[in-house]
């Protein structure tokens, strides 16, 4: 029974993400940008400004600019998180990739890094006047739900472990449509009905930014408006003499 | 206005630029501009007042903006309120009230996006913080996002990049749409559309005061340097702010463009039909608008038969010039594709002084200690020369080439960190001086600083509207008015023109 309901709800939750995300995208590719708004000074070139974007994904290098204690707690909870994400591609591959075996000793590092770093901004979110000010109820919501998904993955590293093999043929199974038994231990089950909560509230949430950053015009574009014309809208097609 | 109590800019001039100040909710709720008369609204295809269904009216124009507008929709969506922003708006800084913070301005534009255009808002608005459009929401709108100076400098510092000169751009079209216009920038267009610039002056008055420039440059130096207007087949038209024609210390800097491009020896010409740089449909969102506006360069450029257009020394208008002409108004397949279009009065004097085309006397300027104020939308919006933050770098140069007593203000409120006037984005009049002086703030302590540090007597600016915010608020902090200087009038100052009156006639000249 128990293995039914969480399959079920693994395929509908990875359809809403999928699904969710998809329309999210589609929408912004699909959305002209009418003018040149780089934020300046910018990259001269296509390939710098992709280059700007791929810093700003991995380094946040417009945040560490702005505020150091919010990069530096944002950037351990983000890299804490792609760790953990990756490890945990272990349960979704078989064989495991070398270098998934290979980060597993950093998993539990990840794991605590990013509750860490999860706590550290909701300490400042409570904490700090104006960012207590711009906070709503969904902020911390949001942040309770990670922290509830870090926090009951680690329990089950350190207390209450679970059968692991079983976890893997159940993911295994789901991916061939061919539906495994899902152990029934309490920390499991929180567990995977938080990641659950996280996959549906993605594409309708914030957590946006994720896709948001790409098509961001004033990081992705190029400063070269008087060597190349843009064109993207009717601003093009109106006539030129009134 | 009523909240223009308290606030004594002088007990305000000194400490650091950025501190943050105690957060005071709803201290500028008061704050607003006046509204457009209808007959202003309806000049430029707005409703001249507030319609009975302007709520459907509001959330359909969000609609379309939405649909035409990536960074609309992508900025809406994309803020996960970590805060960054909230301490980088110098309206903020001046004024403490909490919706001056970047992120609490969009949200007003936000929760409205959020219960019309989500699932999340329509199912759940308390949760995500979405809300119905009221009449006290769009109060607050009115109110508010004419309190952000398009400045960007939240957009710098913003992980995603989030600007809000976006946000506020599309606040304002959606209540032109709905007949909520403000009356400083829709009066101004208007002028722009009828009589062709932004301070109304009509082609007669600009050919007297063009002539009169000449007689006073000709008196100074004893060179006939020439203000051409409407001249045909002219190589370069160059369209410059109006205030240039006008008030002090703009037209120190048109001298200024007019013994460049004399010593130059390109021949150039103003245009009537263009005699305006300034581009106000940006301030109020309206790409309609800016079209229109933009195009007027176009055609003047091309009933002239000009080779090359120049622009002049303002910071919008560069932005509109520089990022979008190209697109509103090109191509400009008639113009010489050896120089940029457009370009910067500013890089073409900068290019005349690599070439080594002109001649200083830089002890003219022995008398001002100078700072350079970088105007947000050349620094944040813009570029000059080839090579990124060439904005900066330019007009650096050319007041090093002309002056001996040069001085940066802190790195971190100069080039792309720069502080607002307190003035841009449609928001130079004087009904709004309160907060005008209070956004004004953050800069004013800069200058301070430098002012004690190295003894600053003057800052120069590209930006007729820094310009004339400065010459009001200078007084307010205990400077003088005229502390504020075009960059050209210090070029004007020290150039030395072929052929012109030797030092002691000059001085004879002078009195």
Redesign the interface.
């Known amino acids: 029974m128990v293995t039914l309901v969480y399959a079920t709800a693994f395929y509908a939750a990875t359809a809403l993400l999928v699904l969710g995300l998809a329309r999210?995208i589609w929408?912004?590719a699909r959305?002209?940008?009418?003018?040149?708004?780089p934020?300046?000074?910018?990259?001269?070139t296509r390939s710098g400004a992709g280059f700007r974007v791929a810093r700003?994904v991995v380094f946040?290098e417009?945040?560490f600019?702005?505020?150091k204690w919010?990069w530096l707690f944002?950037w351990i909870f983000h890299v804490s998180l792609a760790v953990v994400v990756l490890r945990h591609l272990r349960y979704f591959l078989q064989p495991a990739p070398a270098v998934i075996a290979l980060i597993q000793p950093l998993a539990v590092i990840g794991g605590l890094g990013m509750v860490a770093g999860l706590g550290a901004?909701w300490a400042?979110?409570v904490f700090?006047?104006?960012?207590r000010?711009?906070?709503?109820?969904?902020?911390h919501?949001m942040l309770a739900l990670l922290i509830a998904i870090g926090a009951s993955g680690l329990a089950m590293k350190f207390f209450a472990h679970t059968d692991i093999v079983a976890v893997k043929a159940f993911f295994l199974g789901l991916m061939r449509f061919d539906v495994q038994t899902l152990p029934d231990d309490p920390a499991l089950l929180v567990h995977l009905t938080l990641v659950l909560a996280l996959m549906v509230i993605f594409p309708?949430?914030?957590l946006?930014?994720a896709p948001?950053?790409f098509?961001?015009?004033?990081?992705n574009q190029a400063?070269d408006?008087?060597?190349r014309?843009?064109?993207?809208?009717?601003?093009?097609a109106?006539p030129?003499?009134? | 206005m009523a909240e223009a109590t308290k606030f004594d800019p002088r007990q305000h001039v000194h400490g650091d630029p950025l501190d943050?100040p105690a957060?005071c909710p709803g201290a500028m709720q008061a704050s607003k501009p006046y509204p457009a008369a209808p007959n202003h609204n309806q000049a430029l295809g707005f409703p001249g007042e507030l319609a009975p269904d302007w709520k459907e009216k509001a959330i359909a124009r969000l609609g379309e903006l939405?649909?035409?507008?990536?960074?609309l929709?992508?900025?809406l969506?994309?803020?996960?309120?970590?805060?960054?922003?909230?301490?980088?708006c110098h309206y903020f800084l001046g004024t403490g009230d909490?919706k001056n913070?970047p992120?609490?301005r969009q949200?007003l534009l936000r929760k409205i996006y959020r219960r019309y255009f989500?699932?999340?808002g329509k199912l759940f608005p308390?949760?995500?913080?979405a809300e119905d459009l009221t009449k006290e929401v769009l109060d607050d709108w009115y109110s508010y996002f004419h309190q952000c100076s398009q400045c960007?400098r939240c957009?710098?510092?913003?992980?995603?990049?989030?600007?809000t000169a976006?946000i506020s751009m599309a606040a304002r079209d959606i209540m032109d749409t709905i007949g909520m216009g403000q009356k400083y920038s829709n009066e101004i267009i208007g002028k722009v559309f009828s009589i062709g610039n932004n301070l109304g002056l009509p082609p007669k008055a600009l050919r007297n005061t063009l002539e009169g420039l000449e007689d006073d440059i000709e008196e100074e130096t004893g060179v006939r340097v020439r203000l051409p207007v409407d001249e045909q087949g002219a190589d370069i038209l160059l369209v410059t702010p109006s205030a240039d024609f006008f008030a002090s210390p703009h037209m120190e800097g048109l001298i200024g463009y007019a013994k460049v491009l004399h010593e130059s020896g390109v021949s150039w010409t103003l245009s009537t039909h263009a005699s305006e740089a300034a581009n106000f449909g940006m301030f109020i969102g309206s790409?309609e608008n800016m079209?229109?506006i933009a195009?007027r360069i176009?055609?003047a450029a091309q009933d002239l038969g000009v080779k090359r257009i120049v622009i002049g020394e303002c910071g919008h208008a560069w932005r509109v010039a520089?990022?979008?002409l190209?697109?509103?108004?090109?191509?400009f397949e008639f113009l010489d594709p050896n120089y940029?279009?457009?370009q910067h009065i500013c890089e073409f004097t900068y290019d005349l002084i690599q070439q080594g085309q002109l001649k200083f006397d830089k002890s003219k300027n022995d008398a001002f200690r100078l700072t350079f104020h970088d105007s947000c939308n050349v620094?944040?919006?813009?570029?000059m020369g080839?090579?990124?933050?060439g904005?900066?770098d330019i007009p650096r140069a050319i007041l090093r080439a002309v002056c001996n007593h040069y001085f940066d203000m802190a790195p971190e409120v100069i080039r792309?960190h720069t502080l607002c006037c307190g003035g841009g984005g449609g928001l130079l009049t004087d009904e709004l001086m309160d907060l005008r002086a209070k956004g004004a703030m953050p800069r004013m302590r800069a200058l301070q600083e430098a002012a004690d540090e190295h003894g600053v007597t003057h800052m120069a600016a590209i930006c007729a509207i820094c310009k004339a915010q400065f010459s009001k608020v200078l007084p307010m902090y205990g400077f003088d008015r005229e502390a504020i200087v075009s960059v050209h009038q210090m070029v004007s100052n020290a150039i030395v023109l072929t052929g012109s009156k030797p030092p002691e006639d000059q001085e004879s000249g002078d009195e």
């Not at chain 2, 939405?66 to 960074?71: D, G, I, M, V, Y």
């Not at chain 2, 969506?77 to 980088?88: F, H, I, L, N």
């Open positions: 999210k929408l912004y959305t002209p940008a009418p003018l040149k708004i934020t300046t000074p910018a990259p001269l700003e946040f417009s945040l600019r702005s505020n919010i944002g901004l400042r979110r700090v006047a104006r960012i000010y711009i906070s709503g109820p969904s902020d919501l309708f949430s914030k946006l930014h948001g950053v098509f961001s015009p004033t990081r400063d408006s008087r060597e014309r843009h064109v993207s809208s009717r601003l093009d109106a030129r003499r009134a | 943050m957060l939405l649909e035409s507008n990536r960074a929709r992508v900025y969506d994309s803020c996960v309120k970590c805060g960054a922003c909230t301490d980088k909490p913070m992120v609490a949200d989500t699932l999340s308390k949760l995500v913080g960007r957009s710098l510092y913003c992980p995603y990049g989030i600007d976006e790409h079209q229109k195009l176009r055609q520089y990022s979008f190209n697109t509103l108004a090109g191509p940029p279009v457009p620094a944040r919006a813009s570029r080839d090579w990124a933050g904005q900066f792309e």
